[in-house]
């Protein structure tokens, strides 16, 4: 299991918790924008092929896509809380919500924008709250 | 059902050992590709998102989608215990808020 004193960086260069939180944010960015161009790419397949899945642009994309969004989060992790981080995550649910309904023509019913709603807010309350 | 909850389970392992790989990097890059922390989250996310797909075959979405955000539940518990991250009480209403959030985002389907 982790070593806990292994964990703190050298104090050279630290991210302070808005950066940490501000890195997580483009992780959740990336993420959505990984979700959509892998749903395109799984619309527009020819067939189920490996090779078929391997020249497909959109998802290629795509998983390039979450491999930048892992690189933000763990960069975030390594000055920032885990528990503090982590559920900021959720934000991907809220852009991919409203990316789809941009792009994929779903409805957004009042439920949803009410779900969003709260969710932002949650992870603001996250982010704002307690001592550094 | 269970299979969505293991992956949420898996998936919350997956991010202690990002958070404990990420503990080690410093400017070098081989503290990121020899990092055995690293390459096991990004597996454990793998191996999490393969029971999420599993599990999701056969069920109603609108409950198993909430079910992988109790994932973050772990994660604040495994936050105390490996990282002496302390509860506080916006942890936990921030945290109550997502869950309600994700919840009436799916139910809104």
Redesign the interface.
Known sequence: MPDPTAIAPPPSFRFSRGQSIALVFGCTIFGAGAQILIKTGAQSLSSAGVLAMLTNFHLLAGYSLYGCSTALLILALRDGELSILYPVISLTFVWVTMLSSLIFKEVLTPLKLVGILIIVIGVAVLGKGGKQ | MLLVLLASFIG?FG?????????????NIATLIFNP??AAG?AL?LVSSYFFVLGVRHGELTVLYPLV?L??VW??L???L?????F????F?????????????????
């Open positions: 919350s991010a202690v050992l990002l958070k404990a790989g990420a503990g080690r990097l410093h400017r922390h690293l990004v996310f955000s994932g973050y994660t604040l495994w936050s105390r490996f990282f002496g991250e302390p506080t009480r916006s942890k209403y921030g945290l109550g808020m997502i869950l309600s959030g994700i919840a009436l985002l799916f139910a809104g389907r």
